[in-house]
């Protein structure tokens, strides 16, 4: 490779500072070092963590930074000791690492390595990590990965190689949003046949999560969305029924309770909102009722009446829908090309790396599910 070795100067779009346009900006890209990869990236979705970053958590030293975390790409180049990759690889960067031998990765009951870059935070990486620099100054990589940029450099432990017939501009969404949703229902919540789920906000995540609980073999999926427009999309997934809490003037979890007798078996909260989650906790059935925090938020105490869990219901979290990130992402992608796995379905608009500001704005407003840009020609 006549680039390997040698600084890349790319494009990539800066977030320069919180609640402000991403900028397309020339950034130097620095070659990978130890066990590192550079990867082309070819295709990114849009995720609602991207925006939380950007407008709702606004820390002031998570910027500049470059965003994206939902990629797909080809393996430019390879640092010292790496022999897991080489150049012309398709791969996956992922926001959390998968070492094999740290006792999270040993352990069958998480996907938390504590060797990546995020077992300290969960934002960006730290100054050193980070190989971007633009106008003298250093750009953080947000969530380790920045797929907003042509090129990006990644700790070897924290990339999937995948099936060489694999669409980039599909499956760049394994890399976070629908393995996430997907995950969560069958991985953390254990979804059961013929269970009744409830699943909160129907963007890619929730929607992956429609599609989880059905893969799992529920019988009964009520989607839940305040935008009536998500209702049609919910069906594709295999949701069998809508509610919108805007029509009712109960309480949601009352208006579950009632449509089920006693609440669902199942609910995955994909919205990011602390009085959602408490709803979706509500909504679950004394007993055994089983509820699943997905969406984002580090802003806010999330509160239950201790009775909710003294009853019988448990309250658990997922991060990256509870895969082991290098295992699952292929499999996730080996789904998709099985036909077990939907991706074409959540994709409702494409565009390119440039176009990225009008991309976060059709999110912002609910217009879209998944927008891919193109990054770099394959
Ligand atoms: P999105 O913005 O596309 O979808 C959110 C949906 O929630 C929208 O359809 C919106 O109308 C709906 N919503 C908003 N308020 C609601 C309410 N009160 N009741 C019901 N629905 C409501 O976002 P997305 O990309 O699908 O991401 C969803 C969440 O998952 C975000 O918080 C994101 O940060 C989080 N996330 C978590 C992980 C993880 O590993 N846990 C990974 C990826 C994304
Ligand atoms: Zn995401």
Redesign the pocket.
Known sequence: MATAGKVIKCKAAVAWEPNKPLVMEEIEVAPPKANEVRIKIVATGV???DL?HLFESMHKDGFPAVLGHEGAGIVESVGPGVTEFKTGDKVIPLFISQCRECRFCKSPKTNQCEKGWAADRYDVMSVEDSRFTCKGKKVLQFMGTSTFSEYTVVNQMAVAKIDPAAPLDKVCLLG??IS?GYGAAVNTAKVEPGSTCAV???????LAAVMGCKAAGAKRIIA????PE?AEKAKVFGATDFVN?KDHSKPISQVLFEMTDGGVDFSLE????VG?MRNALESCVKGWGVSVL????DLYDVAARPIQLIAGRTWKG???GGFKSKDGVPQMVKGYLDKKVKLDEFITHNMTLAQVNDAIEL?KQ?KC?RTVLSVSPQ
């Open positions: 995720c609602h963590t939380y976070c949003g996430t909160f906000g129907l963007g890619a995540v929730g839940v969305d305040i935008n998500k809490p994909c919205v990011g909102n959602v997905v969406g984002w938020t997922s991060l990256f999110m609910g599910i």
